[in-house]
């Protein structure tokens, strides 16, 4: 079957181009925040690799089977000038900078007619380094028209988006991380934008949940799962053939990507060694969450091991993918469990620990992972305690208290608070 599948691919990408689209400068501007915005075009989406340097202080974007269109330099704020390299079937833009810039990872957006490449920046007077946050892409399964599986008195796509919010909050409020919601309401998402939207907004992971059902309600616990053409166990088999919605159009859609959109199934062939590497650090991720999970009393689990299936949105080449089912929404205790707030922060809590030491074992460049000082920040927001900012990064409050110094004092809104984990 593998074999049947590669020479598939390849046949494929026989007509492929080696270079398939142009990049070209568009314009430079001062948004409304007060950041440089520096912005180009390309013809479709394309697979990208950004990263600063400091000695000289400059930012790279190198973008894969694109070739170099008019790139224009500009000096504004800390932009001392734009350069373009052209290496084979590789474009690199490289931003020269007068000083240290506080960096957005750079996010493609689809237009009508072409598509655009974003990079925000602004000085940064706080550090001699060139920084950027984590983007952490957060998947709530199904909504919308689509309820996913279907309990009493409870629906998968509810499940999903309240465990979504959680861990959401967390990486909202931790300085360093900052989350991307694949879907911000009840609402639809077809299947293959949800990995295309990953890509187009630079994530640097992609964690999925889930909430299963079963004929049986003695079936139950958690699960986490990284991509395979081939599934670990019959029960990984049937949900990856489970169809995620009963819409026939949208049945039809599935596999079929707008023009713009960069193809990941003939990338797989195309960047073998990439692949194989996002294959690996998704099983690295996958059994940190599950260490956590495992560590939970309250949450039991299905399989004691990571779990592989042909789960669709697992499928970026490069972006390390798990997905993660929370229970079965059919057993009562499950239910039971995620129909609570407490459990569901469980999950969240489980995944966003997991991601935490992920990035310990690969920090990603130019990231608070990077040279990471042991320690996290997290800003209180209104309606915080202390409890349930213990409970959500897996520590006691009386640690916390000691390391803050905080005494008898209460904590406010705004205050920065460390949490060594």
């Known amino acids: 079957m593998k074999s049947y599948f590669r020479a598939l691919l390849c046949a494929l990408l026989v007509s492929m181009p080696t270079v398939n689209a142009s990049v070209a400068f568009k314009e430079s501007l001062v948004t409304s925040e007060g950041d440089i915005r520096l912005v180009f075009t390309l013809e479709k989406v394309a697979l990208l690799n950004a990263y600063a340097l400091d000695d000289p202080s400059r930012i790279v974007i190198d973008i894969k089977d694109?070739?170099?269109?008019?790139?224009?330099?500009?000096?504004?704020?800390?932009?001392?000038?734009?350069?373009?390299?052209?290496e084979s079937n590789l474009t690199r833009l490289v931003i020269d900078l007068n000083g240290s810039v506080y960096w957005?990872?750079?996010w493609q957006v689809k237009k009508k007619e072409e598509v655009l490449l974003i990079l925000e920046m602004k000085n940064n007077q706080t550090t001699s380094r060139n920084t950027r946050d984590i983007l952490v892409a957060i998947d709530a399964g199904h909504g919308g028209k689509d309820p996913g599986a279907v309990g009493k008195n409870i629906l998968e796509k509810d499940v999903t988006r309240m465990i979504a919010k959680e861990l959401e909050r967390t990486l909202r409020d931790t300085k360093g991380y900052q989350p991307i919601m694949i879907r911000k309401g009840d609402t639809f998402v077809?299947?293959?934008d949800r990995y295309q939207i990953a890509r187009e907004q630079g994530a640097d992971l992609f964690v999925s949940i889930h909430a299963d059902g079963f004929r049986l309600s003695s079936v139950k616990g958690a699960s986490v799962f990284v991509w395979s053409e081939e599934a670990s166990s019959i029960t990984a088999d049937n949900l990856s053939k489970k169809v995620l919605t009963t819409d026939p159009a949208v049945k039809a859609k599935i596999g079929k990507l707008d023009v713009r959109d960069f193809d990941e199934d003939a990338a797989r062939a195309l960047y073998e060694i990439a692949y194989e590497a996002k294959?690996?650090?998704?099983?690295?991720?996958?059994?940190?969450?599950?260490?956590?999970?495992?560590?939970?009393?309250?949450?039991?689990?299905?399989?004691?091991q990571v779990e592989y299936a042909d789960f669709r949105?697992?499928?970026?080449?490069?972006?390390?993918?798990?997905?993660?089912?929370?229970?079965?929404?059919s057993n009562p205790d499950d239910a039971k469990r995620l129909a609570g707030k407490p459990g569901r922060r469980m999950i969240a809590r489980g995944i966003f620990l997991g991601l935490h030491d992920y990035f310990k074992d690969k920090p990603k460049p130019n990231t608070i992972m990077d040279?990471?000082?042991?320690?996290?920040?997290y800003k209180v927001q209104s309606g915080d305690v202390l409890s349930e900012i213990a409970i959500r990064f897996g520590v006691s409050v009386s640690e916390i208290i000691a390391w803050n110094n905080l005494g008898n004092n209460p904590i406010f809104p705004g205050q920065e608070i460390t949490i060594r984990i």
């Open 190 to 192: 077809n299947l293959d």
């Open 371 to 377: 040279n990471y000082p042991g320690f996290l920040v």
């Open 279 to 304: 294959i690996e650090n998704s099983t690295l991720l996958a059994n940190h969450i599950l260490k956590y999970l495992k560590a939970d009393p309250f949450t039991k689990m299905h399989k004691n």
């Open 313 to 329: 949105v697992l499928k970026s080449v490069d972006i390390p993918s798990v997905l993660v089912e929370s229970g079965f929404i």
């Open 104 to 106: 957005k990872k750079p």
């Open 66 to 86: 694109v070739a170099m269109g008019e790139i224009k330099s500009t000096k504004l704020g800390p932009v001392q000038s734009i350069r373009g390299i052209q």
